[in-house]
């Protein structure tokens, strides 16, 4: 089979005649920002909207399927209803929930049937399953919440960006039962990331954001990831000699992994590392060891221990000893040497922090008990403003602040120095990120050129090192499909994607 087949998956748009009449789940991304009980932003409703109105009109009957928030198990306060109305809003039907059955893990029979999501498209609603992360099965892709709606639907189609680079009942082994198909949206998506994924150096991806753990580890991936990592990649021969050479270059951190570098550094700084520092450098970080000395930040925590343990990791194999450049001599300057200089990860250098009520600017070794890192600081944005004009390639996720609301300042110096350089290929994405940019053109009442702009947060940073696991399962279930791989039901389906995509070739 050729290179083009084994890159294929189904587009649901080409299909809609096959969909009329069928009960089709729609994985969507509706984790849009909350505050104060409201809906601040429902970028991700709007956009996942016009696909869900097309199948409306084809006469197929969707179940939509999203994640809120991160719940471990059923938790009321992470329920659906308070994205119901943006919801019903953006495609002009009332949409109603199908509730959880807290005390047996599973959705109410008497709802989750196809009698009862026929009778509700029948009345001009639609259905949607409430937080779908309140099953047990779902995050641990055991199948138990794909096989209970493989029983009710006829096909899935995924149409959630932001939820691509995880491996879930909705998403992944509900394929192993039903054939899967890509939405608008998604589909816009995996076409749109291409550009990231060439070795368009210099490179730089910048992380921020309150998912630190699963930042870093993204993080680790990113530095790991070869020019050639790619199919698309790994198949142009002008790489030859670029085989095991690095894709990314600079990987510029804030939001809330400074926390954890800020710890690491301090732990790593040994007696050899601090004798090269400055004197009252060396005596101040030696007093922070072994201290939760940052505000709401504990180090007793397993949680915080195992970010701890990643951030030293990736400090050793990627940062150069940082630490040792910014404080050694007596000169508070950093142009006398290039941060950047023989290190591909680049951490801040100072931090904006709320000490007694009062903001600063203050570097590591000045932090004392009680801080609170609110921003990268001054000094900080200067050196990533530099890196990032002579930039040819920029993917961005994550507020550089601790609080997208109250510390906004990095974050916006992040978006003029994207903005202001036009010769890079740029990408932006995420919940947060993209409320954030909104945030400031309203302000500004300007639009800022920050290149394609995705819906998925942590899936847009996956993007630059590999394709998506949700990608890969509906180009394995396109294959699983025109080999007669599925139920013999499911050869309506088989005969139209050969005339449609095989035969037309």
């Given at each position: 089979?050729?290179?083009?087949?084994?890159?294929?998956?189904?587009?649901?748009?080409?299909?809609?005649?096959?969909?009329?009449?069928?009960?089709?789940?729609?994985?969507?991304?509706?984790?849009?920002?909350?505050?104060?009980?409201?809906?601040?932003?429902?970028?991700r409703i709007a956009r996942s909207a016009p696909f869900i109105k097309k199948l409306?009109?084809?006469?197929?009957?969707?179940?939509?399927?999203?994640?809120?928030?991160?719940?471990?198990?059923?938790?009321?306060?992470?329920?659906?209803?308070?994205?119901?109305?943006?919801?019903?809003?953006?495609?002009?039907?009332?949409?109603?929930?199908?509730?959880?059955?807290?005390?047996?893990?599973?959705?109410?029979?008497d709802q989750l049937s196809r009698d009862y999501i026929q009778k509700l498209i029948?009345?001009?609603?639609?259905?949607?399953?409430?937080?779908?992360?309140?099953?047990?099965?779902?995050?641990?892709?055991?199948?138990?919440?794909?096989?209970?709606?493989?029983?009710?639907?006829?096909?899935?189609?995924?149409?959630?960006?932001?939820?691509?680079?995880?491996?879930?009942?909705?998403?992944?082994?509900?394929?192993?039962?039903?054939?899967?198909?890509?939405?608008?949206?998604?589909?816009?998506?995996?076409?749109?990331?291409?550009?990231?994924?060439?070795?368009?150096?210099?490179?730089?991806?910048?992380?921020?954001?309150?998912?630190?753990?699963?930042?870093?580890?993204?993080?680790?991936?990113?530095?790991?990831?070869?020019?050639?990592?790619?199919?698309?990649?790994?198949?142009?021969?002008?790489?030859?000699?670029?085989?095991?050479?690095?894709?990314?270059?600079?990987?510029?951190?804030?939001?809330?992994?400074?926390?954890?570098?800020?710890?690491?550094?301090?732990?790593?700084?040994?007696?050899?590392?601090?004798?090269?520092?400055?004197?009252?450098?060396?005596?101040?970080?030696?007093?922070?060891?072994?201290?939760?000395?940052?505000?709401?930040?504990?180090?007793?925590?397993?949680?915080?221990?195992?970010?701890?343990?990643?951030?030293?990791?990736?400090?050793?194999?990627?940062?150069?000893?940082?630490?040792?450049?910014?404080?050694?001599?007596?000169?508070?300057?950093?142009?006398?040497?290039?941060?950047?200089?023989?290190?591909?990860?680049?951490?801040?250098?100072?931090?904006?922090?709320?000490?007694?009520?009062?903001?600063?600017?203050?570097?590591?070794?000045?932090?004392?008990?009680?801080?609170?890192?609110?921003?990268?600081?001054?000094?900080?944005?200067?050196?990533?403003?530099?890196?990032?004009?002579?930039?040819?390639?920029?993917?961005?996720?994550?507020?550089?602040?601790?609080?997208?609301?109250?510390?906004?300042?990095?974050?916006?110096?992040?978006?003029?120095?994207?903005?202001?350089?036009?010769?890079?290929?740029?990408?932006?994405?995420?919940?947060?990120?993209?409320?954030?940019?909104?945030?400031?053109?309203?302000?500004?009442?300007?639009?800022?050129?920050?290149?394609?702009?995705?819906?998925?947060?942590?899936?847009?940073?996956?993007?630059?090192?590999?394709?998506?696991?949700?990608?890969?399962?509906?180009?394995?279930?396109?294959?699983?499909?025109?080999?007669?791989?599925?139920?013999?039901?499911?050869?309506?389906?088989?005969?139209?994607?050969?005339?449609?995509?095989?035969?037309?070739?």
């Amino acid at each position: 089979m050729n290179t083009d087949l084994n890159s294929k998956y189904l587009i649901a748009s080409d299909f809609l005649n096959e969909l009329r009449g069928k009960i089709v789940l729609v994985k969507s991304d509706f984790n849009v920002p909350i505050h104060d009980g409201a809906v601040v932003d429902d970028y991700r409703i709007a956009r996942s909207a016009p696909f869900i109105k097309k199948l409306l009109v084809s006469g197929a009957i969707p179940l939509l399927a999203t994640h809120l928030g991160r719940p471990k198990g059923y938790d009321q306060k992470y329920s659906l209803d308070v994205i119901v109305d943006s919801v019903s809003s953006n495609l002009g039907h009332q949409a109603e929930i199908i509730r959880f059955d807290e005390k047996n893990n599973r959705y109410h029979n008497d709802q989750l049937s196809r009698d009862y999501i026929q009778k509700l498209i029948e009345g001009g609603k639609i259905s949607i399953l409430d937080n779908i992360r309140f099953h047990p099965d779902e995050q641990r892709n055991k199948g138990g919440l794909a096989k209970a709606l493989a029983g009710i639907i006829d096909l899935s189609i995924q149409n959630a960006f932001g939820t691509a680079h995880r491996t879930e009942d909705t998403s992944n082994y509900i394929h192993t039962l039903v054939p899967g198909l890509a939405g608008d949206l998604l589909h816009v998506e995996i076409e749109g990331h291409k550009e990231i994924k060439k070795p368009n150096s210099p490179y730089t991806v910048i992380v921020g954001g309150d998912k630190v753990k699963d930042s870093l580890n993204l993080v680790r991936r990113i530095l790991w990831a070869v020019k050639t990592s790619h199919q698309i990649n790994s198949i142009n021969p002008e790489l030859m000699t670029s085989i095991g050479e690095s894709l990314v270059d600079s990987v510029l951190v804030g939001g809330h992994l400074m926390n954890a570098f800020i710890y690491a550094q301090v732990d790593i700084a040994n007696d050899s590392t601090l004798v090269k520092l400055k004197p009252e450098a060396a005596r101040n970080i030696r007093g922070l060891r072994n201290q939760s000395f940052l505000e709401e930040y504990n180090l007793r925590s397993r949680q915080v221990e195992e970010e701890v343990r990643l951030a030293k990791g990736l400090l050793r194999l990627y940062n150069n000893y940082q630490i040792v450049n910014q404080f050694k001599g007596d000169s508070n300057s950093f142009d006398d040497f290039d941060i950047a200089d023989k290190r591909r990860l680049i951490i801040p250098v100072d931090y904006s922090v709320l000490r007694s009520g009062k903001k600063a600017d203050l570097t590591l070794f000045e932090l004392n008990n009680g801080d609170h890192i609110l921003d990268i600081g001054t000094r900080t944005k200067r050196i990533y403003d530099a890196i990032i004009s002579r930039s040819r390639t920029i993917v961005w996720n994550g507020s550089m602040g601790t609080d997208e609301n109250e510390c906004k300042e990095g974050t916006r110096s992040i978006i003029d120095s994207i903005h202001k350089n036009k010769a890079a290929v740029k990408e932006r994405g995420g919940g947060t990120t993209n409320y954030m940019v909104s945030d400031y053109e309203s302000e500004k009442a300007e639009q800022f050129d920050l290149g394609f702009k995705s819906t998925g947060g942590g899936a847009t940073l996956l993007e630059t090192v590999l394709d998506s696991p949700v990608t890969v399962c509906l180009r394995m279930s396109f294959q699983k499909l025109i080999r007669g791989g599925y139920d013999p039901k499911f050869r309506y389906l088989r005969d139209a994607v050969s005339i449609s995509y095989l035969l037309a070739k």
